[in-house]
């Protein structure tokens, strides 16, 4: 901790937030409305509210908490497939705990498992095959979920199935890649932003390089971010020094963990496991080509798509859904017609309403109440 | 069927097998014999009219502790049975002398019911019964009365344990959920957090090898001195299942208060920090056995804290928040960052994030 608590000072944030509103003061904004940065990660969400980082900036600052939660994203239709591989009794079906309450059509998860299905919460995909190790007799499937931050765990654990000649294990891959969603956003009509902040944990693995089209195509300026406090603020201040000297770029704030050119290793990993998928459909934000991957046919054996009958059945989000605007950042969450009224972290009609990354509920949960109560 | 009052002079049975099976539930000799080798032997005689289906009290004994009479409940289901700092049979007896003295009362008689799954072996029920008496005396309340179940295998998780307990309320005390006010501060007594950090570690399910040891104990002794020292204390909470961040919220709503607390004040260990942060947890949120919040008059706040830090389950205390005239009822938490964030009611279970 003691590494962490440097990027806690309270003493430092103040001398932060002071140069920001400095900058701030001297800079010329877009008429009419304050500087919307997208933070893109679900990481940086959670510790924005978790700090209250959001009340000490400036209000000519304002952040937009984007799709970077990938168990947000996770279209309804997705969710039923698990349930369904999940009910069959053959299946030990594993997943990170924060997936276990999404909402399905009929039911999540977490209710499948009261319902009698073995359902288990595991920290990392080779605590699953450890499961299938144990217990050959039954078919163990994991549910891969995330961006390239868990993408190559994922993948290193397939192919230590592989070299063992495990064969009651499969992953059930719902990986997602960033590059295209950031894109995708981007292409959205009418879109306002004036930056992002980049993932951290994702940049880990791809490096920076992968994004030079935002600053180059799209022209919006960039700063990959750490997780602590201190992180974020230095990257908004890098965001803002940008905007204020007139660049786009994409810097790198979070040097200490993100190689530029990425980890080889994990790279390689995920490159000799998955192919591309030609679309893949999200919550909220319809489908986006190329953002999902699969396994490829040499892991046949190992994907729990082919292996066992799911319905793959297309589910649209609930009418009064706003999610995709809010993942957008088009809407803020207490905007939403049914935030904090039928939507809610007990009975989430969305997603958004279901992690503890999502938007929703960190508003609902870090002081939404208030926030709806100024609109109100 | 009960289990006290037994009779002295009876020749003790003998369970001469090594696990529990469905005849130990049976109510014919197999059930008395488990009762009396396991569990009278380990609590030992007390003074009960014998052959009774209940225990009995002199009402004058009661009354002389109190004017009120105080009655509690509480079921214990925790896995694993045994983890560092405590086991189900200390969590039991702890847990319902704690829920006894956070009200002020006196911890005189406990009760306890058992349900054993079919297959427990004989001498983890020993080990579970002597647990139970070692911490009842130490809390100088006794346990008088029991009930024992045996369920096929699968129908329960091992034990579980129900305990009630009675004591009696001092007349001069009235502590309450709704007796908070504006300015009052805001104690608890030590690390936050050990408990549920403890329990999931020994579950070993994460892979992680953190030395925390559970903070179960009696907070009996830790109450009364608060009480001697600040007369007049409000209230008093132990902050278990949901921890701190419930019962503050509980406050909050009881009383129609907000309450702010300081992040740099809470005390927690670097480890439970650590922990959560490595799963994504809230340590506000992790339960606690050893753990009160106490609200009390900002006159008396320091005197309330001088006496809990003279007392080995409080060398920790801290002072962590307080009340504010605010009447939305929320608990709001300014960060050692300086920024303010909201400490609601947790919402289901805490599930750790993936990335
Ligand atoms: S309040 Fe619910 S439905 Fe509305 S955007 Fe948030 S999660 Fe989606």
């Known amino acids: 901790m003691k590494y962490v608590d440097e990027f806690r000072d309270g003493e430092k944030a103040r001398v932060l937030i002071g140069e920001i509103e400095s900058l701030v003061s001297g800079m010329k904004l877009p008429e009419g409305r304050p500087l919307y940065l997208m933070e893109v990660c679900g990481g940086h969400t959670h510790s924005i509210f978790r700090y209250g980082l959001e009340g000490m900036l400036p209000k000519a600052i304002e952040l937009v908490h984007g799709p970077g939660c990938p168990v947000c994203v996770l279209p309804m239709g997705r969710v039923d497939d698990c349930v369904a591989i999940a009910e069959n009794p053959k299946v030990i079906f ?25 359902v288990r919460m595991v920290y990392s995909p080779m605590d699953a095959l450890q499961l299938a190790r144990r217990n050959p007799a039954r078919e163990v499937v994991f549910f891969g979920l995330g961006f390239e931050t868990t993408m190559p765990s994922t993948a290193l654990t397939i192919l230590q199935a592989e070299s063992e000649g495990i064969r009651n294990f499969s ?95 994990a790279l390689r990993a995920v490159a000799q496991v998955y192919e591309l998928r030609e679309f893949f459909e999200w919550r909220g934000l319809g489908s986006i080509d190329h953002s999902g991957v699969r396994l490829r046919d040499a892991y046949v054996h190992f994907d729990a798509e082919r292996k066992f009958a799911i319905p793959n059945v297309r589910i649209a989000d609930p009418k009064s859904c706003q999610c995709g605007e809010v993942l957008k950042g088009a809407l803020k969450p207490w905007q939403c017609k049914v935030f904090g009224t039928s939507c809610t972290p007990e009975t989430p009609l969305g997603a958004l309403m279901v992690s503890s990354e999502g938007a929703c509920a960190a508003y609902y949960q870090y002081g939404g109440q208030k926030r709806q109560a100024e609109v109100v | 069927m009960n289990f006290v009052p037994f009779v002295k002079t009876r020749t003790r049975g003998k369970v001469n097998v090594s696990s529990v099976t469905l005849a130990h539930g049976g109510g014919g000799k197999a059930m008395k014999d488990l009762i009396d080798d396991v569990f009278l032997t380990a609590f030992g005689e007390h003074a009960c009219e014998p052959l009774e289906d209940q225990a009995r009290f002199d009402l004058a004994v009661f009354a002389a502790h109190g004017d009120r009479l105080a009655f509690t409940t509480d079921s214990f289901v925790v896995d694993p049975l045994f983890f560092p700092g405590g086991d189900i049979g200390k969590l039991a007896v702890c847990g319902t002398v704690n829920d006894l003295a956070v009200g002020g009362a006196v911890p005189m008689y406990l009760s306890c019911a058992v349900i054993i799954e079919e297959g427990v072996q004989i001498d983890l029920l020993r080990q579970v019964a002597l647990s139970m008496a070692r911490t009842a005396s130490q809390a100088g309340g006794q346990i008088v009365t029991g009930d024992t179940k045996v369920v096929p295998r699968g129908a329960c998780d091992k034990i579980f344990i129900t305990t009630t307990g009675v004591g009696a309320i001092p007349a001069s005390l009235a502590l309450g959920v709704d007796k908070a006010r504006a300015g009052d501060a805001v104690l608890v007594n030590g690390l936050l957090g050990d408990h549920g950090a403890a329990i999931l570690c020994a579950r070993g399910d994460m892979a992680l090898e953190t030395p925390i040891a559970s903070d179960c104990a009696c907070l009996h002794e830790l109450i009364g001195a608060i009480l001697a020292a600040a007369p007049g204390t409000r209230f008093i909470r132990d902050a278990t299942r949901g921890g701190v961040a419930t019962v503050l919220n509980e406050i909050a709503d009881g009383s129609g208060v907000s309450i ?53 389950l409080g060398l920790d205390a801290a002072r962590i928040g307080r009340i504010t005239s605010d009447q939305d009822s929320r608990v709001m938490m300014r960060t050692s960052f300086g920024g303010h964030r909201m400490v609601d009611m947790l919402v289901g279970e805490q599930l750790p994030r993936i990335c």
Not at chain 2, 264 to 285: H, N, S
Not at chain 2, 295 to 305: F, H, R, S
């Open chain 2, 260 to 312: 702010e607390i300081e992040e740099g004040m809470t005390p927690i260990r670097e480890e439970v920090k650590a922990f959560c942060e490595v799963l994504g947890l809230d340590p506000l949120y992790l339960a606690n056995e050893g753990k009160i919040v106490v609200i009390v008059p900002p006159d008396q706040a320091e005197a309330a804290l001088a006496a809990m830090r003279r007392d080995p």
């Open chain 1, 171 to 265: 992953v059930f891959c719902n990986h997602i890649t960033i590059v295209p969603t950031i894109k995708a956003i981007l292409d959205s009509p009418g879109l306002q932003l004036d930056g992002f902040l980049g993932p951290g944990h994702v940049s880990m693995v791809i490096g920076t390089a992968p994004y030079e089209f935002i600053a180059n195509f799209y022209r919006k300026p960039m700063v990959v971010a750490g997780f602590e406090p201190l992180d974020i603020l230095q990257s908004i201040w890098m965001l803002l020094k940008q905007i204020a000297e007139g660049r786009v770029e994409v810097e790198n704030q979070y040097a200490r963990v993100v190689p530029s050119e990425g980890n080889n290793a």
């Open chain 1, 94 to 118: 594993t997943t990170f705990g924060d997936a276990m309450r999404v909402p399905g059509s009929r039911k999540s998860l977490l209710q499948a498992k009261a319902d009698g299905a073995d």
